[in-house]
Nanobody, 115 residues
Framework: QVQLVESRGGLVQAGGSLRLSCAASGSIISFNYMGWYRQAPGKQRELVARITRGGSTNYADSVKGRFTISRDNAKNTVYLQMNSLKAEDTAVYYC?????????WGQGTQVTVSS
C-alpha cells in the first residue's frame, strides 16, 4: 500500500510563499503522474499542478506563473512551491499519485492565506 505524507501547511500572508512537500513510501518513478489538488470550503476538489514520470508539468490557469511543481526521485518526494499567494489559494491541499488506474491520496494539509 502506497502512503503519501504531506508536509504541514500553514498560515501565510497574501503575497507570501510556502512550499509543500509530499513524501511517498515507495519509488515515485513508478507513478504515471504525481500532483497536487486542493479543495476550498464548499467547492469541488480541483487540480493545481501535475508532473509526469518524464517531468512534464501542467498547471491550473489560476496558479500559472505563481506555483511550481517539482520532484526529487532520489528522495521520493514531490514539491509544490507557491509564491505570490492570494486569499483564494486558501484550501486543503492534497498530494496525489497515479499508478495505472489507481489513485493514491495524501491526508491533506491546510493552507490559509490571510488578506
Amino acid at each position: 500500500q502506497v502512503q503519501l505524507v504531506e508536509s504541514r501547511g500553514g498560515l501565510v500572508q497574501a503575497g507570501g510563499s510556502l512550499r509543500l512537500s509530499c513524501a511517498a513510501s515507495g519509488s515515485i518513478i513508478s507513478f504515471n503522474y504525481m500532483g497536487w489538488y486542493r479543495q476550498a470550503p464548499g467547492k469541488q476538489r480541483e487540480l493545481v499542478a501535475r508532473i509526469t514520470r518524464g517531468g512534464s508539468t501542467n498547471y491550473a490557469d489560476s496558479v500559472k506563473g505563481r506555483f511550481t511543481i517539482s520532484r526529487d526521485n532520489a528522495k521520493n518526494t514531490v514539491y509544490l512551491q507557491m509564491n505570490s499567494l492570494k486569499a483564494e489559494d486558501t484550501a486543503v491541499y492534497y498530494c496525489n499519485a497515479v499508478w495505472g488506474t489507481i489513485d493514491y491520496w495524501g491526508q491533506g494539509t491546510q493552507v490559509t492565506v490571510s488578506s
